[in-house]
């Protein structure tokens, strides 16, 4: 690479350029289309191959040259003499800062990285690449009357050139171009294609998405061949009638050459012929329909495809189609006239090592692992996505909000009126509108497709409305979303009312409104970063409460880190000002339901269970009541199998017949066989109902469970109850070496620090001599800091308060010895530094011979006291565990606002693997419901190998963790990589009582109140260790 000075006629150029001149968009394109093949033959065309169409990819690697500016560099690089033998090779598609080109990666949710004073772009902060490549033209597109060169992406703007001449200009990173190079092509020989690429253009002041700042070709590339007779344009409408059974097949057609006879073939899923017709086309343009009886209906649920066949001269072009109608019925959204709820994400599209360049075996992962969650409904926030989403949501079965490629959040910081810049401002208008109907041009025949959305986060000014009107023009079939259409909380242009980030309580008042005009979509809601979200169930029972709320669409899909690694080679998925990006907004593209790597993390699994389509009421006698949560699937390709846990115990059931044909939304009753059921328990029971899938679906195979449910039988048993189990004998007490020691009847010591008032000392029989205890056992209220709580009021707060600083201040330790063993109490005032408030305690320790009682009284008090503590529990260090069992909801993580998908059982893993790394370092691992927990030095029955057991009883929300790292070392940590560097060969356990929910508050409400840990009360709580 190579970077050349400026010129003095280049820095002052005689005329604006185009990609800084808000009067050229496209300068020789072709119009818009929608995303076609031609082929050859009949059979070629359903292949669906597009590589037997009469089209080549030219995508693969490209000779590349970067200079920092348009105006440096090789200028006439596009010359057929021009030597490009020393240029270095990218890939195509491609970001060129992932490839080792530019200043790298730059990341910014809001702000734009330079001078804002649109539609001008600073000449020297451009950067500029320069693509070549040489390509000949294949024997099968030879014959053809026209070529044309088609960019699927390119970011943010190109000129283009072919053996040395200029072919054309464009913009519109998200969108594609089209040009006729029929003239500039040799159909003999090789053929030189180059193209230039500018980092910015005026178009970059509407491209200011909350993702990275990444350029070039991005998708691919095509060299398509039209006859000289073929089509240039379909648009395909399935018209339903207003019983929802038959149908019109509306086709519209634009010829390049008029009065052709057209050829039309209609084929079903199982590829029989519906109908076969021929119809002169009238003109250039004309429309055909014709009338379909009792179609198979397509929606996300049922996702039943056609294929129409069309044919003109010699080539055919075969479109999947969808037959369903969309609209507003009694104010609510409806699909074939049924009322939709969204159970939805947002998603962008990302790759970790190639950025927006996605490949498409990724692609389809992400797709299935979204149906195999329960999600039915994606946003392409906020642009177009690669065209191959839209064929996999087709199939697959997804609802789509199409979004146009329009973002100018970065207007708001400068103190003007944000929509004054573009939005509202006229000269602007064209650039809007083109927008709009390249994305409606490209996508309009997609079943799965039930929404366009004018952009995200552009405010709203007058080309909104052009927008809209475009888009009407075009196709009316769809209604239209745009979140910032808002003025006085009513939408001004668009068909819905959309809002993002409101508090449940905001959404339960907009359920609750007599006279609402428009149906409410959460566009943006539960802000996925780190560690949660909490509270999910509360936004989906309002949905489902309320005919309104359409449901919503989850901030987001998946976390857009970067691989990169340090000048030592540690990997690691970097987020802003990891790349040497600044101004950066640091971590806040971490933010998704999945890690970088797109793999599910807790609260991806968590959303599957809120919203999944079965929902299990309770039960009574033997009677379960359920709901079917479909919009249009009865429970007909569902059995349900049940189990029955106990403590330790669980019964293998069997299946329990789900009544046939219940329809969409209606209440239904599972009835269990007399005796299936025990009538009484001893100890904690729980029913579990799993709703099993019998057919094969591309996305998993039969018997995939797409809901569960867990309902109480029986309580747990309380502390009191536990504590009477007892046997004659004595603990062995003895005080020596400045140690309180106290020995239990199966030979585990505990030993207090008369100087400090702590359990600073446990010796098992396993270990004889070893003392187990690495860090004393603390009071503690502070965990590591998750994205939540550092973007929320509470983290900040507690740092504040300095809660991660308190520390145990013994005053008195006493001890006593009775009938059947002794007491410790200790008295203590923990507080922290600098400030005046405390946590007046006291902790009484009770030995018998079996175990050893704890109860800690504490009263939280003073002037600047936090409002809330992040947990109230039990800290220690201790070595040797290896393995951990415990009876509460697991397997996997748990917080009192996040533990719905987890259910109560036994459960055990290894300790290492408990901990949980998110791509941001920040609290894990803590499960809770929590009856009892072991900690063990290897595998065995329910004496061996235990080191150490806690229970809670019956105390309601009591949680565990067990970790390799400190609580700071976890906090100072901002990548996983640095954590490991930390990790101790022991392990820091927590046992809690309570613990503060997780709420959403990196970008949204906060904690629910009936989540928080409250301050303002006394505490008194108890358990039993032995």
Same mark, same amino acid.
């Given at each position: 690479?190579?970077?050349?000075?400026?010129?003095?006629?280049?820095?002052?150029?005689?005329?604006?350029?185009?990609?800084?001149?808000?009067?050229?968009?496209?300068?020789?394109?072709?119009?818009?289309?929608?995303?076609?093949?031609?082929? @050859?033959?009949?059979?070629?065309?359903?292949?669906?191959?597009?590589?037997?169409?009469?089209?080549?990819?030219?995508?693969?690697?490209?000779?590349?040259?970067?200079?920092?500016?348009?105006?440096?560099?090789?200028?006439?690089?596009?010359?057929?003499?021009?030597?490009?033998?020393?240029?270095?090779?990218?890939?195509?598609?491609?970001?060129?800062?992932?490839?080792?080109?530019?200043?790298?990666?730059?990341?910014?949710?809001?702000?734009?990285?330079?001078?804002?004073?649109?539609?001008?772009?600073?000449?020297?902060?451009?950067?500029?690449?320069?693509?070549?490549?040489?390509?000949?033209? =294949?024997?099968?597109?030879?014959?053809?009357?026209?070529?044309?060169?088609?960019?699927?992406?390119?970011?943010?703007?190109?000129?283009?050139?072919?053996?040395?001449?200029?072919?054309?200009?464009?913009?519109?990173?998200?969108?594609?171009?089209?040009?006729?190079?029929?003239?500039?092509?040799?159909?003999?020989?090789?053929?030189?294609? $180059?193209?230039?690429?500018?980092?910015?253009?005026?178009?970059?002041?509407?491209?200011?998405?909350?993702?990275?700042?990444?350029?070039?070709?991005?998708?691919?590339?095509?060299?398509?061949? !039209?006859?000289?007779?073929? !089509?240039?344009?379909?648009?395909?409408?399935?018209?339903?009638?207003?019983?929802?059974?038959?149908?019109?097949?509306?086709?519209?057609?634009?010829?390049?050459?008029?009065?052709?006879?057209?050829? $039309?073939?209609?084929?079903?899923?199982?590829?029989?012929?519906?109908?076969?017709?021929?119809?002169?086309?009238?003109?250039?343009?004309?429309?055909?329909?014709?009338?379909?009886?009792?179609?198979?209906?397509?929606?996300?649920?049922?996702?039943?495809?056609?294929?129409?066949?069309?044919?003109?001269?010699?080539?055919?072009?075969?479109? +999947?189609?969808?037959?369903?109608?969309?609209?507003?019925?009694?104010?609510?959204?409806?699909?074939?006239?049924?009322?939709?709820?969204?159970?939805?994400?947002?998603?962008?599209?990302?790759?970790?090592?190639?950025?927006?360049?996605?490949?498409?075996?990724?692609?389809?992962?992400?797709?299935?692992?979204?149906?195999?969650?329960?999600?039915?409904?994606?946003?392409?926030?906020?642009? =177009?996505?690669?065209? +191959?989403?839209?064929?996999?949501?087709?199939?697959?079965?997804?609802?789509?909000?199409?979004?146009?490629?329009?973002?100018?959040?970065? !207007?708001?910081?400068?103190?003007?009126?944000?929509?004054?810049?573009?939005?509202?401002?006229?000269?602007?208008?064209?650039?809007?509108?083109?927008?709009?109907?390249?994305?409606?041009?490209?996508?309009?025949?997609?079943?799965?497709?039930?929404?366009?959305?004018? #952009?995200?986060?552009?405010?709203?000014?007058?080309?909104?409305?052009?927008?809209?009107?475009?888009?009407?023009?075009?196709?009316?079939?769809?209604?239209?979303?745009?979140?910032?259409?808002? %003025?006085?909380?009513?939408?001004?242009?668009?068909?819905?009312?959309?809002?993002?980030?409101?508090?449940?309580?905001?959404?339960?008042?907009?359920?609750?409104?007599?006279?609402?005009?428009?149906?409410?979509?959460?566009?943006?809601?539960?802000?996925?970063? &780190?560690?949660?979200? &909490?509270?999910?169930?509360?936004?989906?029972?309002?949905?489902?409460?309320? =005919?309104?709320?359409?449901?919503?669409?989850?901030?987001?899909?998946?976390?857009?880190?970067?691989?990169?690694?340090?000048?030592?080679?540690?990997?690691?998925?970097?987020?802003?000002?990891?790349?040497?990006?600044?101004?950066? @907004?640091?971590?806040?593209?971490?933010?998704?339901?999945?890690?970088?790597?797109? %793999?599910?993390?807790?609260?991806?699994?968590?959303?599957?269970?809120?919203?999944?389509?079965?929902?299990?009421?309770?039960?009574?006698?033997?009677?379960?009541?359920?709901?079917?949560?479909?919009?249009?699937?009865?429970?007909?390709?569902?059995? $349900?199998?049940?189990?029955?846990?106990?403590?330790?115990?669980?019964?293998?059931? +069997?299946?329990?017949?789900?009544?046939?044909?219940?329809?969409?939304?209606?209440?239904?009753?599972?009835?269990?066989?007399?005796?299936?059921?025990?009538?009484?328990?001893?100890?904690?029971?729980?029913?579990?109902?799993?709703?099993?899938?019998?057919?094969?679906?591309?996305?998993?195979?039969?018997?995939?469970?797409?809901?569960?449910?867990?309902?109480?039988?029986?309580?747990?048993?309380?502390?009191?109850?536990?504590?009477?189990?007892?046997?004659?004998?004595?603990?062995?007490?003895?005080?020596?070496?400045?140690?309180? $020691?106290?020995?239990?009847?199966?030979?585990? /010591?505990?030993? !207090?620090?008369?100087?400090?008032?702590?359990?600073?000392?446990?010796?098992?029989?396993?270990?004889?001599?070893?003392?187990?205890?690495?860090?004393?056992?603390?009071?503690?209220?502070?965990?590591?800091?998750?994205?939540?709580?550092?973007?929320?009021?509470?983290?900040?707060?507690?740092?504040?308060?300095?809660?991660?600083?308190?520390?145990?201040?013994?005053?008195?330790?006493?001890?006593?010895?009775?009938?059947? #063993?002794?007491?410790?109490?200790?008295?203590?005032?923990?507080?922290? =530094?600098?400030?005046?408030?405390?946590?007046?305690?006291?902790?009484?320790?009770?030995?018998?011979?079996?175990?050893?009682?704890?109860?800690?009284?504490?009263?939280?008090?003073?002037?600047?006291?936090?409002?809330?503590?992040?947990?109230? &529990?039990?800290?220690? &260090?201790?070595?040797?565990?290896?393995?951990?069992?415990?009876?509460?909801?697991?397997?996997?993580?748990?917080?009192?606002?996040?533990?719905?998908?987890?259910?109560?059982?036994?459960?055990?893993?290894?300790?290492?693997?408990?901990?949980?790394?998110?791509?941001?370092?920040?609290?894990?691992?803590?499960?809770?419901?929590?009856?009892?927990?072991?900690?063990?030095? +290897?595998?065995?029955?329910?004496?061996?190998?235990?080191?150490?057991?806690?229970?809670?009883?019956?105390?309601?929300?009591?949680?565990?963790?067990?970790?390799?790292?400190?609580?700071?070392?976890?906090?100072?940590?901002?990548?996983?990589?640095?954590?490991?560097?930390?990790?101790? @060969?022991?392990?820091?356990?927590?046992?809690?009582?309570?613990?503060?929910?997780?709420?959403?508050?990196?970008?949204?409400?906060? /904690?629910?109140?009936?989540?928080?840990?409250?301050?303002?009360?006394?505490?008194?709580?108890?358990?039993?260790?032995?």
């Amino acid at each position: 690479m190579s970077l050349r000075s400026l010129n003095q006629r280049s820095v002052h150029p005689e005329y604006a350029p185009d990609w800084s001149n808000l009067k050229v968009i496209h300068r020789n394109t072709l119009p818009p289309r929608s995303q076609f093949h031609l082929y @050859d033959s009949e059979a070629d065309a359903l292949s669906a191959n597009v590589r037997e169409s009469r089209a080549a990819l030219l995508s693969g690697y490209w000779g590349f040259d970067l200079s920092y500016t348009p105006f440096a560099g090789p200028r006439e690089f596009y010359r057929t003499d021009f030597d490009h033998s020393e240029w270095k090779l990218v890939s195509v598609p491609g970001m060129w800062q992932l490839q080792g080109f530019g200043k790298g990666p730059h990341y910014t949710n809001v702000n734009f990285l330079f001078p804002v004073n649109p539609p001008h772009i600073p000449y020297d902060e451009n950067e500029c690449g320069r693509y070549v490549t040489k390509f000949e033209v =294949p024997h099968t597109l030879k014959g053809g009357k026209q070529l044309r060169l088609r960019f699927e992406g390119v970011d943010s703007a190109f000129t283009v050139w072919i053996n040395g001449r200029e072919v054309g200009y464009s913009q519109g990173s998200r969108n594609p171009s089209e040009f006729d190079v029929t003239d500039f092509i040799k159909l003999d020989g090789e053929n030189l294609l $180059c193209v230039e690429v500018y980092q910015r253009c005026d178009g970059t002041y509407i491209e200011d998405q909350d993702q990275w700042w990444l350029s070039g070709i991005f998708r691919d590339v095509w060299l398509h061949s !039209f006859p000289k007779v073929a !089509f240039e344009d379909i648009h395909i409408k399935t018209l339903l009638d207003d019983n929802y059974e038959d149908a019109v097949l509306s086709i519209r057609t634009t010829l390049n050459r008029p009065n052709e006879r057209i050829h $039309c073939k209609l084929l079903d899923a199982q590829g029989s012929t519906v109908f076969a017709e021929s119809y002169d086309h009238a003109g250039t343009t004309d429309k055909f329909e014709q009338r379909i009886e009792r179609p198979q209906k397509w929606t996300a649920e049922t996702p039943y495809l056609y294929t129409l066949m069309l044919s003109v001269g010699d080539v055919w072009v075969a479109q +999947k189609i969808g037959f369903r109608r969309v609209e507003l019925i009694d104010k609510m959204f409806c699909v074939n006239g049924s009322p939709v709820k969204f159970r939805g994400v947002n998603r962008h599209d990302h790759h970790p090592e190639t950025g927006r360049a996605v490949p498409y075996s990724f692609l389809k992962r992400d797709l299935f692992l979204m149906k195999q969650h329960n999600i039915n409904a994606i946003r392409t926030s906020h642009y =177009p996505n690669d065209t +191959k989403l839209y064929d996999l949501a087709d199939e697959l079965g997804l609802w789509v909000i199409d979004e146009a490629d329009l973002e100018c959040h970065g !207007f708001d910081p400068t103190g003007v009126d944000p929509a004054s810049f573009a939005s509202d401002n006229p000269e602007w208008r064209d650039a809007y509108i083109d927008r709009a109907r390249q994305m409606v041009m490209r996508d309009k025949n997609h079943a799965c497709i039930i929404m366009w959305s004018l #952009g995200n986060e552009a405010f709203y000014g007058r080309n909104h409305q052009a927008m809209y009107d475009e888009i009407k023009k075009i196709d009316d079939t769809r209604l239209i979303h745009y979140e910032g259409d808002k %003025v006085d909380d009513k939408p001004q242009t668009v068909d819905v009312f959309s809002r993002m980030y409101l508090h449940v309580d905001e959404v339960v008042l907009l359920g609750e409104e007599k006279d609402w005009k428009w149906p409410f979509v959460l566009c943006e809601y539960l802000h996925a970063m &780190g560690n949660g979200p &909490g509270n999910i169930k509360e936004y989906v029972e309002a949905f489902y409460k309320y =005919p309104r709320l359409m449901g919503g669409f989850v901030w987001e899909w998946a976390n857009h880190g970067l691989l990169t690694e340090t000048k030592d080679g540690e990997k690691y998925y970097g987020y802003g000002g990891d790349f040497g990006d600044e101004p950066n @907004d640091y971590n806040f593209v971490m933010d998704g339901l999945c890690n970088a790597r797109h %793999v599910p993390m807790p609260g991806l699994v968590e959303y599957k269970h809120a919203i999944q389509p079965v929902q299990v009421l309770g039960i009574n006698g033997l009677e379960v009541t359920i709901v079917n949560r479909y919009d249009f699937l009865t429970l007909d390709h569902l059995t $349900c199998y049940w189990d029955f846990v106990q403590d330790r115990k669980e019964w293998l059931g +069997k299946e329990i017949e789900i009544p046939k044909g219940i329809k969409p939304h209606a209440q239904a009753t599972l009835t269990f066989e007399d005796g299936m059921l025990p009538k009484t328990f001893v100890s904690e029971a729980w029913l579990e109902l799993r709703f099993r899938r019998t057919d094969t679906v591309s996305w998993f195979g039969p018997g995939f469970i797409v809901a569960s449910a867990q309902i109480p039988l029986a309580p747990p048993r309380p502390l009191a109850l536990l504590q009477l189990i007892s046997t004659p004998s004595r603990p062995q007490i003895q005080s020596t070496g400045g140690l309180y $020691c106290v020995t239990l009847a199966n030979g585990t /010591t505990f030993g !207090f620090d008369n100087s400090r008032g702590a359990l600073s000392s446990l010796t098992s029989p396993r270990f004889p001599g070893e003392n187990l205890i690495t860090v004393p056992m603390e009071l503690d209220f502070y965990r590591a800091l998750t994205d939540n709580d550092r973007g929320g009021p509470f983290g900040k707060e507690w740092l504040d308060r300095h809660l991660h600083r308190t520390r145990n201040h013994f005053t008195r330790m006493t001890t006593s010895e009775t009938e059947a #063993g002794c007491t410790v109490t200790v008295d203590l005032r923990i507080a922290p =530094p600098v400030l005046a408030w405390a946590v007046d305690t006291i902790i009484t320790y009770t030995f018998t011979a079996e175990y050893c009682s704890i109860r800690v009284r504490a009263r939280p008090n003073g002037p600047l006291l936090p409002s809330t503590f992040a947990r109230f &529990g039990l800290s220690f &260090g201790m070595k040797r565990i290896r393995i951990v069992e415990w009876f509460g909801r697991g397997p996997d993580q748990s917080y009192c606002d996040m533990k719905s998908s987890q259910f109560i059982n036994t459960w055990g893993q290894s300790a290492d693997s408990l901990f949980l790394d998110y791509d941001y370092p920040q609290d894990s691992g803590n499960r809770t419901d929590v009856r009892w927990v072991e900690l063990r030095s +290897k595998w065995g029955g329910e004496e061996e190998g235990r080191l150490l057991r806690a229970r809670f009883g019956d105390h309601d929300g009591a949680s565990f963790s067990v970790m390799p790292y400190t609580t700071m070392a976890v906090d100072e940590a901002q990548h996983p990589y640095e954590l490991h560097k930390k990790k101790r @060969d022991d392990f820091i356990v927590r046992l809690d009582w309570e613990h503060h929910g997780l709420g959403t508050g990196s970008c949204g409400p906060a /904690t629910l109140p009936q989540y928080q840990l409250r301050t303002d009360r006394e505490f008194d709580v108890e358990l039993l260790l032995d």
